[in-house]
């Protein structure tokens, strides 16, 4: 079994619709919670970072963590073709830079 | 700010042959790191340099690979020799320390082993 499960996709939603991004993971000790966005041919970057367990919300994105099903989830509301992309859920024990597990990628794409 | 550059962005080489991948990390970083990231995989950590000396290499293979950060700025990460399944995309990140705050990527550098 994988630290960390992510759904390959790819997913496909028309423009302006509700996207949910999930990731599972075997480790009860991760603390530290991310989602990067890697656009094609382009280093990933940190788009979302939760300490613990609970909810974050920026702008049109908004990230959940729950510690007691090993379920993290990413929204994207109102989405837009400019969010077409591969999303990377990550976790560590340690901190937010240091021995971070990266989970596959889920590949996104944004119809107009 | 300039981001973390890296070089060289493709290469192409023969199995068995060698080839090195350069990075500079953004200014005042002082840890440095090197991921492989598979087609269709997430990245995968093979080397953390805290400014010049090694935190964690663990998962680099040291057999075929090596890396060093000299005066704790630029990196370089060299193959030799070359396999098959080496060829992937090799991320230079850097942070400005292990501890808090987020990785910064480069572009990577994709390699094709024929």
């Known amino acids: 079994q994988k630290e960390v499960e992510q759904d390959p996709g790819p997913l496909s939603v028309p423009e302006g619709a509700i996207v949910s991004l999930n990731c599972t993971y075997s480790?009860?000790?991760?603390?530290?919670f991310m989602w990067y966005r890697q656009y094609s041919r382009k280093g990933p970057e940190l788009l979302m970072y939760?300490?613990?367990?609970g909810n974050k919300e920026d702008g049109r994105f908004t990230a959940q963590v729950d510690k007691s099903s090993k379920y993290i989830s990413l929204f994207i509301r109102d989405s837009q073709p400019s969010d077409s992309a591969t999303y990377l859920c990550?976790?560590?024990?340690?901190?937010?830079?240091?021995?971070?597990?990266f989970g596959s990628g889920t590949r996104l794409s944004i119809r107009p | 700010e300039a981001g973390v550059a890296q070089s060289p962005r493709y290469k192409i080489i023969e199995k068995r042959q060698s080839v090195a991948f350069w990075c500079n990390p953004i200014?005042?970083?002082?840890?440095l790191y090197w991921y492989q990231q598979i087609l269709g995989q997430g990245p995968k950590l093979l080397i953390q340099?805290?400014?010049?000396?090694?935190?964690?290499d663990s998962q680099l293979p040291k057999d075929r690979f090596s890396a060093e950060r000299l005066k704790g700025v630029d990196s370089t990460l060299k193959i030799q020799p070359a396999k098959l399944e080496d060829s992937a995309v090799y991320l230079c990140?850097?942070?400005?320390?292990?501890?808090?705050?987020?990785?910064?990527f480069g572009e990577g550098s994709r390699l094709t082993v024929l």
């Open positions: 990140a850097s942070s400005f320390d292990r501890n808090t705050g987020e990785l910064f």
């Open positions: 480790n009860s000790a991760f603390q530290y």
């Open positions: 939760t300490y613990s367990s």
């Open positions: 990550a976790m560590s024990l340690y901190s937010s830079a240091s021995k971070i597990i």
């Open positions: 200014s005042g970083h002082a840890t």
């Open positions: 340099f805290q400014n010049n000396g090694v935190v964690d």
